[in-house]
């Protein structure tokens, strides 16, 4: 009962598969036998096998046309010219391989394949278990993109395309391939012209190494978390598509130490530096390691004795493992808006300059939908966490097609993580992110005050930094930059919001550099009556999509307390003296009535 798992391939779903090729196979018979019953007619008799002519009035049956198609068939094939494959019924082909290893091959190997045949083997092995996939011999027809004959193979049941490892075709075999759990799929497919020899190929149940292609997956020592074996060695090569790096990311280790590690150890080749090449051994975590080409290879071998847990690691390439550094930008799922492939983990790392806090918009989430018993994302889902690591305080994780509002995180760093499972997928997600800087806002009755760590600004001149038009620029005090504007300066007007009175103006941070225009826009109110301002972020550029030139969605920014807690002691220059002057009018008033009334009662 292996497959009864969720990612897996129960016996409905076999039936399910075995009743619709039947009905394919039905429906091309029915066809045949249609070409079959004019041409009969038409010809005659065979010159391979006298067969009486039907007459126009004869109606036989299925099962006789059947048969005398495949004669048909069968003599067109044998009168043919020259070497050629034959389109035959009832090759053997395709299956399931449930064996801890074994062998198979393209009908007729090592003669030519068939025209016109479709074929699929699945691979299935103990739950828990992996399959090493190799090619002993391969020659089929070639073309730029495989679109003739080709060799497929998926990492797990080969009717959903996000498990698709590579299209091979020509005579180059394709690669030793691991999958990343119990099931694997390789499908066959010929067309109608030019055949060769085919292919042979073996498998086999917990081997450790082989190649890892893909955009992410996980690589462990040999029957972890279990200790592995004595007197293994085991090598992995993890490769990614196109241009990209790889990004190896160990999450558990455990293995016997030694000086130098020269027992049992973990290397890695491919890295810069001095971890090329580098031995790794003990209880220690490997750093994050990452290749300097499209290839990472990673070696695990013991000696005769003392064991350990072993190591499980993550790795990560191309679109699945980016770091984003400037100050605002987009990103989106591996393939969107097509569906995401299966069974990968992502990491997009969001890394601004200290001083900034990073604000994270979803234009567009839709993924696999939530636990139908639980509600909870516990099959594809979208996580994003306060920091740089998924051991930072997670902000959300999110499923479906509901996209939750904005996330911003306390720091200048945000990490998002997408992972995705066996089976199901979606045109995943789509994401806008800005940095916000962090201000302390306030107001009195008369004037606007601002204060910002230069810190999260550098390295920018302070006139890039102004209220209202560039005739109010900020002044350097310490290490801040300072506005202080009375409300009837600095292009301010007076509006009504929820019945009340506030004083609004835009405060202008200016980001552009070679010629291009970078400018951020946030909106500062005050309420006079209450002396209470806030600063909400406003943008009118359609890069935010539904978030464009609007505030409400935004939150209002840090308290001066948390820019105190990045920028140290801060010194507040403006003091708001209005009602210091308004209480000294009052008192010296009435000292002014007392005065008067005693001299009236004197008089």
């Excluded at 509901?402 to 760093?413: E, G, V, W």
């Excluded at 409400?552 to 105190?564: F, G, I, K, N």
């Excluded at 507040?572 to 009662?601: E, H, K, N, P, R």
Aim: aromatic share 10%; proline share 6%.
């Amino acid at each position: 009962m292996d497959l009864l798992d969720r990612g897996g391939w129960d016996l409905q779903e076999l039936h399910n598969l075995a009743k619709i090729r039947r009905d394919q196979c039905r429906s091309q018979s029915a066809n045949l036998v249609s070409t079959w019953r004019y041409q009969i007619r038409h010809l005659g008799t065979l010159r391979s096998r006298p067969t009486r002519a039907l007459q126009p009035a004869e109606t036989p049956g299925e099962e006789m046309l059947a048969e005398l198609g495949s004669y048909l068939l069968l003599a067109v094939a044998l009168l043919g010219a020259g070497p050629r494959a034959q389109a035959m019924k009832g090759v053997k082909c395709g299956g399931v391989l449930s064996a801890p290893s074994g062998n198979f091959s393209s009908p007729n190997f090592p003669r030519l394949y068939p025209y016109d045949m479709e074929c699929t083997w699945l691979v299935v092995v103990a739950e828990g278990s992996s399959v090493l996939l190799t090619f002993h011999a391969f020659e089929l027809e070639y073309h730029d993109t495989c679109s003739f004959d080709f060799l497929e193979i998926y990492n797990g049941a080969s009717g959903d395309k996000g498990n698709l490892l590579g299209r091979f075709c020509g005579q180059v075999p394709p690669p030793p391939f691991t999958s990343s759990w119990n099931v694997m799929s390789v499908v066959f497919h010929s067309d109608k012209h030019v055949a060769s020899h085919g292919f042979s190929a073996g498998y086999q149940k917990d081997v450790c190494g082989g190649v890892l292609p893909g955009l992410s997956g996980v690589l462990t020592s040999p029957e972890y978390p279990s200790n592995y074996p004595n007197n293994v060695e085991c090598r992995w090569v993890i490769r990614a598509a196109g241009p990209a790096t790889v990004k190896l990311v160990f999450m558990d280790f455990q293995v016997e130490a030694s000086e130098q590690c020269t027992y049992d150890y973990v290397a890695v080749l491919g890295g810069p530096g001095p971890a090329q090449g580098q031995h790794y051994c003990g209880a220690t975590k490997p750093p994050t390691l990452v290749s300097l080409g499209r290839e990472l290879q990673v070696v695990f071998k013991s000696d005769f004795n003392i064991g350990g847990r072993g190591f499980k690691a993550h790795y990560f390439s191309g679109e699945c493992q980016e770091v984003y550094m400037a100050v605002r930008g987009n990103f989106s799922s591996p393939q969107y808006p097509s569906s995401y492939p299966n069974n990968i983990r992502c990491h997009w790392t969001i890394r601004l300059p200290p001083g900034y806090r990073v604000k994270v918009f979803f234009l567009d989430l839709d993924l696999e939908d939530p636990n139908s018993l639980t509600r909870t994302c516990d099959f594809d889902h979208l996580a994003a966490f306060d920091g740089a690591s998924e051991e930072a305080p997670l902000l959300g994780s999110w499923c479906g097609r509901h996209s939750p509002r904005p996330a911003t995180s306390s720091s200048n760093q945000l990490l998002l993580v997408l992972h995705t499972d066996r089976s199901t997928t979606g045109r995943g997600f789509s994401v806008a992110y800005i940095g916000v800087v962090p201000m302390n806002v306030s107001c009195s009755r008369t004037d606007f005050q601002i204060l910002i760590a230069a810190q999260a600004l550098a390295p920018l001149d302070r006139t890039k930094v102004y209220l209202g038009s560039r005739n109010c620029a900020a002044q350097e005090v310490g290490s801040n930059f300072r506005i202080q504007a009375r409300f009837d300066t600095c292009s301010t007007e007076s509006q009504r919001r929820n019945n009340t009175s506030v004083i609004i103006s835009v405060l202008y941070i200016d980001f552009s550099a070679a010629g291009r225009e970078d400018i951020h826009e946030y909106e500062v109110r005050c309420e006079p009556r209450r002396k209470e301002a806030s600063v909400h972020l406003l943008s009118g550029s359609d890069w935010l999509g539904p978030y464009a030139a609007t505030a409400e969605h935004l939150q209002e920014a840090p308290s001066r307390d948390e820019v105190e807690a990045l920028e140290g002691p801060v010194t507040m220059v403006a003091q708001d003296t209005s009602d210091i002057i308004f209480l000294g009018l009052c008192i010296l008033a009435g000292v002014l009535m007392l005065i008067a009334i005693v001299v009236l009662m004197l008089l």
